[in-house]
Protein backbone atom coordinates (compact mmCIF):
# COMPACT_ATOMS: atom_id res chain seq x y z
CA UNK A 1 0.00 0.00 0.00
CA UNK A 2 1.46 3.35 -0.52
CA UNK A 3 1.55 6.42 1.67
CA UNK A 4 -0.93 8.89 1.17
CA UNK A 5 0.20 12.81 -0.14
CA UNK A 6 -1.12 14.48 3.49
CA UNK A 7 1.67 11.02 4.97
CA UNK A 8 4.35 12.32 2.75
CA UNK A 9 3.93 15.50 3.28
CA UNK A 10 3.74 15.25 7.46
CA UNK A 11 6.85 13.36 6.76
CA UNK A 12 9.23 16.15 4.78
CA UNK A 13 7.51 18.87 7.72
CA UNK A 14 5.61 20.84 4.99
CA UNK A 15 4.61 24.25 5.30
CA UNK A 16 1.04 24.90 4.36
CA UNK A 17 2.27 27.47 2.37
CA UNK A 18 -0.74 27.31 0.12
CA UNK A 19 -2.90 27.32 3.62
CA UNK A 20 -5.29 24.45 2.95
CA UNK A 21 -7.18 22.50 4.97
CA UNK A 22 -5.33 18.80 5.79
CA UNK A 23 -8.43 17.41 6.03
CA UNK A 24 -10.45 19.07 3.04
CA UNK A 25 -8.64 21.10 1.09
CA UNK A 26 -11.11 23.97 1.86
CA UNK A 27 -8.96 27.34 2.38
CA UNK A 28 -7.26 28.04 6.01
CA UNK A 29 -7.02 31.82 7.39
CA UNK A 30 -4.90 32.59 10.40
CA UNK A 31 -6.58 33.22 13.99
CA UNK A 32 -3.76 32.99 16.56
CA UNK A 33 -0.09 32.99 15.91
CA UNK A 34 2.35 32.13 19.29
CA UNK A 35 5.61 32.83 17.06
CA UNK A 36 8.83 30.84 16.66
CA UNK A 37 8.90 27.84 18.99
CA UNK A 38 10.78 24.66 20.05
CA UNK A 39 9.55 21.00 19.87
CA UNK A 40 8.06 21.57 22.88
CA UNK A 41 9.32 17.66 24.20
CA UNK A 42 12.63 18.39 23.28
CA UNK A 43 13.85 18.30 26.72
CA UNK A 44 17.69 18.36 25.98
CA UNK A 45 20.72 17.83 28.09
CA UNK A 46 22.18 21.27 28.93
CA UNK A 47 24.69 20.84 26.23
CA UNK A 48 22.46 20.01 23.36
CA UNK A 49 20.38 23.18 24.48
CA UNK A 50 20.66 25.07 21.33
CA UNK A 51 20.41 21.91 18.81
CA UNK A 52 16.52 21.86 19.63
CA UNK A 53 14.73 22.69 16.44
CA UNK A 54 12.34 25.80 16.06
CA UNK A 55 9.15 26.26 14.26
CA UNK A 56 6.36 28.87 13.68
CA UNK A 57 3.13 28.21 15.33
CA UNK A 58 0.99 29.56 14.13
CA UNK A 59 -3.19 28.16 13.74
CA UNK A 60 -5.72 28.71 11.07
CA UNK A 61 -9.44 27.97 10.86
CA UNK A 62 -10.97 26.13 7.78
CA UNK A 63 -13.52 28.59 5.94
CA UNK A 64 -15.15 25.12 4.35
CA UNK A 65 -15.44 22.26 7.32
CA UNK A 66 -14.43 24.67 10.25
CA UNK A 67 -11.49 22.23 11.52
CA UNK A 68 -8.58 24.60 13.70
CA UNK A 69 -4.95 23.07 12.84
CA UNK A 70 -1.83 24.49 12.79
CA UNK A 71 -0.30 26.41 9.54
CA UNK A 72 2.71 24.47 9.68
CA UNK A 73 4.11 21.13 10.17
CA UNK A 74 6.37 19.75 12.31
CA UNK A 75 7.97 16.61 10.85
CA UNK A 76 6.70 13.61 13.79
CA UNK A 77 10.27 12.25 13.52
CA UNK A 78 11.37 15.62 15.12
CA UNK A 79 8.57 15.31 18.05
CA UNK A 80 8.69 11.70 18.67
CA UNK A 81 12.08 10.22 18.86
CA UNK A 82 13.24 7.36 20.70
CA UNK A 83 13.57 8.78 24.10
CA UNK A 84 9.87 10.85 24.00
CA UNK A 85 10.03 11.73 27.79
CA UNK A 86 6.12 12.15 28.08
CA UNK A 87 4.72 9.08 30.68
CA UNK A 88 0.39 9.45 30.75
CA UNK A 89 0.97 7.45 33.77
CA UNK A 90 2.19 10.37 35.84
CA UNK A 91 -0.84 11.41 37.02
CA UNK A 92 -3.36 9.61 39.79
CA UNK A 93 -6.05 11.33 38.02
CA UNK A 94 -4.67 10.41 34.33
CA UNK A 95 -4.42 6.27 35.94
CA UNK A 96 -8.08 6.58 37.11
CA UNK A 97 -9.16 8.14 34.23
CA UNK A 98 -7.96 5.46 31.79
CA UNK A 99 -8.80 2.82 34.16
CA UNK A 100 -12.10 3.61 34.40
CA UNK A 101 -11.86 3.97 30.20
CA UNK A 102 -10.48 0.41 30.27
CA UNK A 103 -13.49 -1.15 32.12
CA UNK A 104 -16.15 0.47 30.30
CA UNK A 105 -14.80 -0.87 26.89
CA UNK A 106 -14.48 -4.93 28.90
CA UNK A 107 -18.11 -4.11 29.30
CA UNK A 108 -19.79 -2.16 26.11
CA UNK A 109 -16.58 -3.75 23.36
CA UNK A 110 -18.74 -4.73 20.12
CA UNK A 111 -17.65 -8.13 19.70
CA UNK A 112 -18.53 -8.39 23.79
CA UNK A 113 -15.14 -10.44 25.89
CA UNK A 114 -13.79 -11.87 22.57
CA UNK A 115 -13.63 -8.88 21.26
CA UNK A 116 -10.50 -7.27 19.98
CA UNK A 117 -9.25 -3.68 20.81
CA UNK A 118 -6.49 -1.48 19.13
CA UNK A 119 -5.15 1.58 20.65
CA UNK A 120 -3.65 3.92 18.40
CA UNK A 121 -0.94 6.18 21.17
CA UNK A 122 -0.63 3.68 23.67
CA UNK A 123 2.43 5.43 25.49
CA UNK A 124 3.29 3.52 28.96
CA UNK A 125 0.04 1.18 28.48
CA UNK A 126 -1.76 3.17 30.85
CA UNK A 127 -5.21 2.16 29.68
CA UNK A 128 -4.41 -1.42 28.16
CA UNK A 129 -2.78 -2.51 31.18
CA UNK A 130 -6.48 -2.99 32.38
CA UNK A 131 -7.49 -5.27 29.21
CA UNK A 132 -4.26 -7.24 29.53
CA UNK A 133 -5.16 -7.88 33.03
CA UNK A 134 -8.70 -9.19 32.00
CA UNK A 135 -7.45 -11.41 29.06
CA UNK A 136 -8.97 -9.21 26.43
CA UNK A 137 -7.19 -9.44 23.12
CA UNK A 138 -5.49 -6.05 22.53
CA UNK A 139 -2.29 -4.32 20.57
CA UNK A 140 -1.11 -0.68 21.16
CA UNK A 141 0.94 1.32 18.21
CA UNK A 142 3.07 3.81 19.51
CA UNK A 143 5.93 4.92 17.77
CA UNK A 144 7.82 5.98 21.22
CA UNK A 145 10.12 2.66 21.85
CA UNK A 146 10.60 4.04 25.74
CA UNK A 147 7.20 4.48 26.81
CA UNK A 148 6.31 0.82 24.30
CA UNK A 149 8.98 -1.24 27.02
CA UNK A 150 7.20 0.32 29.70
CA UNK A 151 3.93 -0.77 28.45
CA UNK A 152 5.37 -4.15 27.79
CA UNK A 153 6.80 -5.22 31.09
CA UNK A 154 2.96 -4.79 31.85
CA UNK A 155 2.19 -7.66 29.90
CA UNK A 156 0.67 -5.05 27.19
CA UNK A 157 0.95 -5.80 23.87
CA UNK A 158 2.70 -3.05 22.00
CA UNK A 159 4.01 -2.68 17.89
CA UNK A 160 6.49 0.46 17.92
CA UNK A 161 5.18 1.84 14.82
CA UNK A 162 3.22 5.28 13.72
CA UNK A 163 -0.24 3.81 12.86
CA UNK A 164 -1.55 4.89 9.25
CA UNK A 165 -3.12 3.01 6.44
CA UNK A 166 -0.09 0.93 5.89
CA UNK A 167 0.17 -0.38 9.29
CA UNK A 168 -3.37 -0.79 9.95
CA UNK A 169 -3.66 -2.85 6.86
CA UNK A 170 -0.55 -5.21 8.30
CA UNK A 171 -2.71 -5.53 11.68
CA UNK A 172 -5.57 -6.93 10.09
CA UNK A 173 -3.69 -9.47 8.40
CA UNK A 174 -2.32 -10.65 11.53
CA UNK A 175 -5.22 -10.15 14.06
CA UNK A 176 -8.11 -9.63 11.92
CA UNK A 177 -10.96 -7.05 12.57
CA UNK A 178 -10.25 -4.55 15.83
CA UNK A 179 -14.15 -4.49 17.22
CA UNK A 180 -12.82 -1.10 18.86
CA UNK A 181 -10.21 1.54 17.83
CA UNK A 182 -9.27 3.65 20.89
CA UNK A 183 -6.94 6.60 20.74
CA UNK A 184 -7.00 9.59 23.50
CA UNK A 185 -5.06 12.10 23.09
CA UNK A 186 -3.04 11.63 20.02
CA UNK A 187 -5.40 11.96 17.09
CA UNK A 188 -5.13 15.77 17.32
CA UNK A 189 -1.00 15.11 17.23
CA UNK A 190 -1.28 12.94 13.86
CA UNK A 191 -1.25 15.64 10.46
CA UNK A 192 -2.31 12.60 7.99
CA UNK A 193 -5.56 11.79 9.05
CA UNK A 194 -6.23 10.91 5.38
CA UNK A 195 -3.88 7.60 6.27
CA UNK A 196 -5.45 7.23 9.78
CA UNK A 197 -9.07 7.04 8.23
CA UNK A 198 -8.06 4.69 6.04
CA UNK A 199 -6.54 2.47 8.02
CA UNK A 200 -9.07 2.56 10.57
CA UNK A 201 -11.65 1.73 7.41
CA UNK A 202 -9.24 -1.42 7.20
CA UNK A 203 -8.84 -2.69 10.50
CA UNK A 204 -12.22 -1.45 11.93
CA UNK A 205 -15.11 -4.36 12.05
CA UNK A 206 -18.29 -3.47 9.94
CA UNK A 207 -20.22 -2.98 13.29
CA UNK A 208 -16.77 -1.49 15.36
CA UNK A 209 -16.62 1.82 17.22
CA UNK A 210 -13.83 4.13 17.09
CA UNK A 211 -13.59 6.28 20.09
CA UNK A 212 -11.21 9.06 20.31
CA UNK A 213 -10.60 11.77 23.09
CA UNK A 214 -9.36 15.52 22.80
CA UNK A 215 -9.06 18.87 24.58
CA UNK A 216 -11.89 20.73 23.56
CA UNK A 217 -11.68 23.66 21.22
CA UNK A 218 -14.55 25.18 23.16
CA UNK A 219 -13.09 25.27 26.85
CA UNK A 220 -9.51 26.13 25.03
CA UNK A 221 -10.95 29.02 24.10
CA UNK A 222 -13.37 29.76 27.12
CA UNK A 223 -10.40 29.06 29.40
CA UNK A 224 -7.71 30.95 27.85
CA UNK A 225 -5.66 27.77 27.59
CA UNK A 226 -3.40 28.87 24.99
CA UNK A 227 -0.82 26.85 26.38
CA UNK A 228 -2.77 23.45 24.37
CA UNK A 229 -1.66 25.05 21.00
CA UNK A 230 2.11 23.65 20.65
CA UNK A 231 3.84 21.52 18.11
CA UNK A 232 2.07 18.28 18.72
CA UNK A 233 -1.70 19.45 18.76
CA UNK A 234 -1.56 19.70 14.99
CA UNK A 235 -5.48 20.25 15.12
CA UNK A 236 -7.79 21.41 17.84
CA UNK A 237 -10.89 19.53 17.57
CA UNK A 238 -15.08 20.97 18.03
CA UNK A 239 -17.62 18.80 17.73
CA UNK A 240 -18.70 20.55 14.38
CA UNK A 241 -15.26 19.96 12.70
CA UNK A 242 -14.78 16.08 13.90
CA UNK A 243 -18.20 15.65 12.25
CA UNK A 244 -17.41 17.43 9.00
CA UNK A 245 -14.19 15.34 9.38
CA UNK A 246 -15.80 12.04 9.74
CA UNK A 247 -18.58 12.50 7.12
CA UNK A 248 -15.60 13.40 4.49
CA UNK A 249 -13.49 10.00 5.00
CA UNK A 250 -16.77 7.78 4.88
CA UNK A 251 -17.37 7.46 8.64
CA UNK A 252 -20.36 9.12 11.14
CA UNK A 253 -19.90 10.97 13.89
CA UNK A 254 -22.47 8.75 16.47
CA UNK A 255 -21.77 10.38 20.19
CA UNK A 256 -20.07 12.90 22.27
CA UNK A 257 -19.15 13.41 25.64
CA UNK A 258 -17.90 16.63 27.42
CA UNK A 259 -15.02 14.86 30.29
CA UNK A 260 -13.22 17.27 32.51
CA UNK A 261 -10.16 16.21 32.07
CA UNK A 262 -6.80 18.78 30.57
CA UNK A 263 -9.58 21.40 31.63
CA UNK A 264 -11.92 19.62 29.01
CA UNK A 265 -12.37 16.94 26.61
CA UNK A 266 -14.48 15.69 24.71
CA UNK A 267 -14.87 11.90 23.38
CA UNK A 268 -15.96 10.75 20.23
CA UNK A 269 -17.60 8.12 18.90
CA UNK A 270 -16.82 7.50 15.15
CA UNK A 271 -18.74 4.41 13.32
CA UNK A 272 -19.02 3.52 9.98
CA UNK A 273 -21.91 5.77 7.82
CA UNK A 274 -25.15 4.53 8.39
CA UNK A 275 -24.07 1.90 11.01
CA UNK A 276 -25.60 3.35 14.10
CA UNK A 277 -28.43 6.05 15.49
CA UNK A 278 -26.26 9.49 16.00
CA UNK A 279 -27.21 10.28 19.59
CA UNK A 280 -28.86 13.82 20.22
CA UNK A 281 -25.92 14.64 21.99
CA UNK A 282 -23.86 15.20 18.63
CA UNK A 283 -26.30 17.92 17.28
CA UNK A 284 -26.84 19.42 21.33
CA UNK A 285 -22.75 20.56 20.91
CA UNK A 286 -22.84 21.65 17.47
CA UNK A 287 -25.93 23.67 17.98
CA UNK A 288 -24.02 24.99 21.18
CA UNK A 289 -21.00 25.45 19.35
CA UNK A 290 -22.74 27.58 16.68
CA UNK A 291 -24.11 29.55 19.37
CA UNK A 292 -20.31 30.40 20.86
CA UNK A 293 -19.41 31.39 17.53
CA UNK A 294 -17.30 28.25 16.64
CA UNK A 295 -18.48 26.61 14.03
CA UNK A 296 -18.38 29.79 11.96
CA UNK A 297 -16.93 32.80 12.73
CA UNK A 298 -13.76 31.60 14.72
CA UNK A 299 -12.19 34.55 13.75
CA UNK A 300 -13.91 36.83 16.37
CA UNK A 301 -14.03 33.80 19.10
CA UNK A 302 -9.55 34.07 18.31
CA UNK A 303 -9.77 38.06 18.39
CA UNK A 304 -10.85 38.11 22.06
CA UNK A 305 -8.61 34.87 23.17
CA UNK A 306 -5.54 36.54 21.31
CA UNK A 307 -6.00 40.17 23.19
CA UNK A 308 -6.67 37.86 26.55
CA UNK A 309 -3.73 35.86 25.83
CA UNK A 310 -1.83 39.41 25.59
CA UNK A 311 -2.81 40.11 28.78
CA UNK A 312 -1.78 36.96 30.42
CA UNK A 313 2.13 37.12 29.19
CA UNK A 314 2.47 41.32 30.54
CA UNK A 315 0.74 40.33 33.82
CA UNK A 316 2.70 36.50 34.26
CA UNK A 317 5.95 38.59 33.35
CA UNK A 318 5.76 41.40 35.31
CA UNK A 319 4.53 39.08 38.49
CA UNK A 320 7.84 37.20 37.99
CA UNK A 321 9.90 40.55 37.94
CA UNK A 322 8.20 41.39 41.52
CA UNK A 323 9.06 38.30 42.87
CA UNK A 324 12.68 38.63 41.85
CA UNK A 325 13.24 41.86 42.74
CA UNK A 326 11.71 41.60 46.29
CA UNK A 327 14.42 38.62 46.21
CA UNK A 328 11.78 35.88 46.56
CA UNK A 329 12.14 32.62 45.04
CA UNK A 330 9.85 30.90 42.40
CA UNK A 331 9.79 27.51 40.74
CA UNK A 332 8.12 26.41 38.02
CA UNK A 333 5.77 22.83 38.91
CA UNK A 334 5.44 20.32 36.24
CA UNK A 335 8.04 20.50 33.22
CA UNK A 336 4.88 19.89 30.88
CA UNK A 337 4.69 20.08 26.80
CA UNK A 338 2.30 23.26 27.51
CA UNK A 339 4.83 24.70 29.70
CA UNK A 340 6.97 25.27 26.46
CA UNK A 341 4.52 27.58 24.75
CA UNK A 342 4.34 29.66 27.97
CA UNK A 343 7.71 30.03 28.52
CA UNK A 344 9.16 30.89 25.02
CA UNK A 345 6.22 33.17 24.07
CA UNK A 346 6.61 34.86 27.23
CA UNK A 347 10.08 35.03 26.82
CA UNK A 348 10.74 33.71 30.50
CA UNK A 349 14.56 32.28 31.00
CA UNK A 350 16.46 30.84 34.05
CA UNK A 351 16.43 34.30 34.83
CA UNK A 352 13.32 34.97 35.43
CA UNK A 353 12.57 30.98 36.86
CA UNK A 354 15.45 29.18 38.09
CA UNK A 355 13.96 25.63 38.00
CA UNK A 356 11.25 23.51 36.84
CA UNK A 357 10.29 20.59 38.97
CA UNK A 358 9.15 17.48 37.62
CA UNK A 359 8.52 13.80 38.47
CA UNK A 360 9.34 11.93 35.05
CA UNK A 361 13.15 10.86 35.16
CA UNK A 362 13.39 11.51 31.91
CA UNK A 363 13.00 14.97 32.35
CA UNK A 364 15.41 15.38 34.68
CA UNK A 365 18.54 16.81 34.53
CA UNK A 366 17.79 18.24 30.82
CA UNK A 367 16.40 22.09 30.27
CA UNK A 368 13.22 22.87 28.87
CA UNK A 369 13.04 23.44 25.49
CA UNK A 370 14.00 27.03 23.78
CA UNK A 371 13.93 28.38 27.32
CA UNK A 372 17.07 26.52 28.86
CA UNK A 373 15.43 26.21 32.47
CA UNK A 374 17.02 23.23 34.48
CA UNK A 375 14.56 20.33 34.92
CA UNK A 376 14.76 18.81 39.04
CA UNK A 377 13.33 16.12 40.62
CA UNK A 378 10.42 16.80 43.17
CA UNK A 379 12.82 17.15 46.34
CA UNK A 380 14.47 20.64 44.64
CA UNK A 381 10.72 21.78 45.20
CA UNK A 382 10.54 20.96 48.83
CA UNK A 383 13.75 21.39 50.15
CA UNK A 384 13.77 24.15 50.99
CA UNK A 385 10.10 25.25 49.92
CA UNK A 386 10.06 28.15 47.77
CA UNK A 387 7.95 31.64 47.66
CA UNK A 388 6.29 30.90 45.35
CA UNK A 389 5.38 27.88 42.73
CA UNK A 390 4.27 28.39 39.28
CA UNK A 391 2.47 25.48 38.08
CA UNK A 392 2.10 24.68 34.48
CA UNK A 393 1.36 21.20 35.30
CA UNK A 394 -2.75 23.70 36.39
CA UNK A 395 -4.86 20.15 34.82
CA UNK A 396 -3.58 18.52 37.77
CA UNK A 397 -3.77 21.33 40.27
CA UNK A 398 -6.43 19.37 42.51
CA UNK A 399 -3.61 16.07 43.18
CA UNK A 400 -0.75 18.29 43.04
CA UNK A 401 -2.47 21.05 45.70
CA UNK A 402 -3.30 18.22 48.03
CA UNK A 403 -0.04 16.35 47.45
CA UNK A 404 2.00 19.26 48.50
CA UNK A 405 -0.46 20.94 51.23
CA UNK A 406 2.47 21.41 53.48
CA UNK A 407 3.75 24.11 51.19
CA UNK A 408 0.94 26.46 51.24
CA UNK A 409 0.95 25.82 55.02
CA UNK A 410 4.26 27.73 54.99
CA UNK A 411 2.71 30.05 53.29
CA UNK A 412 3.43 29.17 49.88
CA UNK A 413 1.84 30.63 47.03
CA UNK A 414 0.99 28.83 43.76
CA UNK A 415 0.74 30.79 40.92
CA UNK A 416 -1.79 30.10 38.00
CA UNK A 417 -1.84 31.62 34.54
CA UNK A 418 -5.20 30.78 32.95
CA UNK A 419 -7.71 32.04 32.61
CA UNK A 420 -6.06 35.03 34.31
CA UNK A 421 -2.77 35.36 36.35
CA UNK A 422 -3.33 34.86 39.81
CA UNK A 423 -2.21 33.55 42.85
CA UNK A 424 -3.03 30.77 45.58
P1 LIG B 1 0.71 16.56 31.49
O1 LIG B 1 -0.22 17.60 31.91
O2 LIG B 1 0.29 15.17 31.75
O3 LIG B 1 1.00 16.65 29.98
P2 LIG B 1 1.57 17.58 28.88
O4 LIG B 1 3.04 17.32 28.90
O5 LIG B 1 0.91 17.01 27.69
O6 LIG B 1 1.28 19.03 29.04
O7 LIG B 1 2.13 16.79 32.15
C1 LIG B 1 2.23 16.83 33.51
C2 LIG B 1 3.68 16.99 33.87
O8 LIG B 1 3.75 17.31 35.25
C3 LIG B 1 4.48 15.72 33.67
O9 LIG B 1 5.75 16.02 33.14
C4 LIG B 1 4.60 15.15 35.08
C5 LIG B 1 4.52 16.37 35.94
N1 LIG B 1 3.90 16.13 37.24
C6 LIG B 1 4.67 16.29 38.39
O10 LIG B 1 5.85 16.66 38.31
N2 LIG B 1 4.08 16.05 39.59
C7 LIG B 1 2.79 15.64 39.71
O11 LIG B 1 2.29 15.43 40.84
C8 LIG B 1 2.00 15.48 38.52
C9 LIG B 1 0.58 15.05 38.60
C10 LIG B 1 2.61 15.74 37.31
ZN1 LIG C 1 -11.43 21.83 5.95
Known sequence: MSTTIGEQRARQGATL??????ICGGELHEVFDLGRQPV?????????ADKVPFFRLA???????????????VPPYEMYRADYPYRASGSLLIRRHFEDVARHIIETCPGGRDGFVVEIGSNDGVMLKTLSEAGMRHLGVDPAASAGEVARSH???VRTDFFNAETAADIYSEHGHANLIFSANTFSHISYLDSIFEGVGTLLAPDGLFVFEDRSLADILRHNYFDQIYDEHIYLFSVSSVQAM???FGFELVDAEHLPLHGGSIRYTVARRGALEPSPAVEKFVAQEKADGLAEKEEAAFVRFSSDVNRI?????????DIRSEGRRVVGYGATSRSATVLNYCGIGADLLPLVCDSTPEKQGRVTPGSKIPVCPPDAFTDPYPDYALLFAWNHAEEIMAKERLFQEKGGRWILYVPEVHTI
Open 17 to 22: TDHRCR
Open 40 to 48: SNAFAKPED
Open 59 to 73: VGACTSCTMVQQLDT
Open 155 to 157: GVN
Open 246 to 248: AAH
Open 313 to 321: KTDLVSLLH
